[in-house]
């Protein structure tokens, strides 16, 4: 018996897991985006981060704290930060599309809302699912 081998089916559902009950089906676009953020973080970020956006020796990138804070902001405050500050040792190595990919990536993994289709230039302001229960000092101002 090999313990280590058997875990990895389990593993790899579980993860599928952690995203699908609450996000919806992702678009293609937005199936094909997320993948690439993947990617991205893994190369780039994760050393710090740590693979499971736990933090390792950098900031975690999941967690209540994080997740309140980007709630309550629009995709472009997170995107901005990683295309200016990170990666930390080599800021301005992503291209625009990295760090979109990347954001898209990191929001979707917090369950945080995403623009409809995928993350792009034009829909870094647009949320569409508003904060269920909006603080009246919070409630957008239509
Ligand atoms: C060399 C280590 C390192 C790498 C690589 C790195 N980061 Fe960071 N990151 C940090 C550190 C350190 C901080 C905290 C910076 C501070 O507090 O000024 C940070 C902070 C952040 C924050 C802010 C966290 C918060 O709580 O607001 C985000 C978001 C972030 N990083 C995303 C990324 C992404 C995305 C990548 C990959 C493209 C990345 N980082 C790569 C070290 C790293």
Not at 1 to 22: D, Y
Not at 69 to 87: E, G, N, V
């Amino acid at each position: 018996m090999r313990p280590a081998l058997l875990l990895l089916p389990l593993l790899a559902s579980l993860s599928a897991l952690a995203v699908t009950p609450t996000a919806p089906i992702p678009s293609p676009a937005l199936a094909e985006q997320l993948q690439r953020g993947e990617t991205t973080y893994v190369l780039a970020c994760a050393m710090c981060h740590g693979d499971r956006l736990e933090g390792v020796s950098a900031p975690e990138l999941s967690g209540d704290d994080f997740r309140a804070l980007y709630r309550k902001l629009p995709p472009r405050a997170l995107h901005d930060l990683i295309r200016d500050t990170m990666p930390y040792d080599r800021r301005g190595t992503l291209s625009a599309q990295e760090v979109l990919d990347v954001t898209a990536y990191l929001l979707r993994e917090n369950g945080l809302p995403l623009p409809e289709g995928s993350l792009t230039r034009d829909t870094l302001d647009q949320v569409n699912e508003p904060d269920p229960a909006p603080t009246p000092d919070q409630a957008p101002a239509h």
